[in-house]
């Protein structure tokens, strides 16, 4: 590994950890430029700095406190980011239960930071993950060059 790949892989390491410190500018500090959010399979996107501060923002106030319990279930790097996937025990929005969630989230790689993340899983952990910013989604259209 280069010296980039292994700031990067540092820079996602960061991430994860700040995500969890409630630190909303140390969170950002981790991005560069207009960050891409990519939500599959049900195919939704964002662009862009301020939606990621506004994403990031109700992660904190909202969604960290529904959520009851999580285990990593593999984490890998490549040169294009690192992958995570975890199960996670919520309560969704609208609902009074906890439920559990498969996710894998790929954190992308940029130049010197990260450029969003392509995430799988269940639209009913999205609309939680991402609360207002839903209904300002695009759909994603597929990108030539990888079909």
Request: proline content about 5%; hydrophobic content about 35%.
């Amino acid at each position: 590994m280069g010296t980039s790949l292994v700031h990067l892989i540092g820079v996602a390491s960061r991430h994860a950890l700040t995500e969890s410190g409630q630190d909303l500018d140390a969170i950002l500090a981790t991005m560069e430029g207009e960050p891409t959010y990519q939500y599959f399979p049900v195919g939704r996107s964002f662009t862009g700095y301020e939606k990621t501060r506004r994403l990031y923002r109700h992660f904190i106030d909202d969604v960290q406190p529904r959520i009851a319990n999580y285990h990593v279930i593999s984490e890998s790097v490549g040169p294009q980011g690192v992958v995570q996937e975890y199960d996670i025990q919520i309560r969704l929005i609208g609902e009074t239960e906890l439920s559990w969630h498969r996710i894998m989230a790929i954190l992308v790689f940029g130049e010197q930071g990260l450029t969003g993340e392509r995430m799988y899983s269940d639209e009913a952990l999205f609309r939680t993950l991402t609360g207002p910013i839903w209904d300002e989604m695009e759909p994603i259209s597929p990108d030539p060059q990888q079909i």
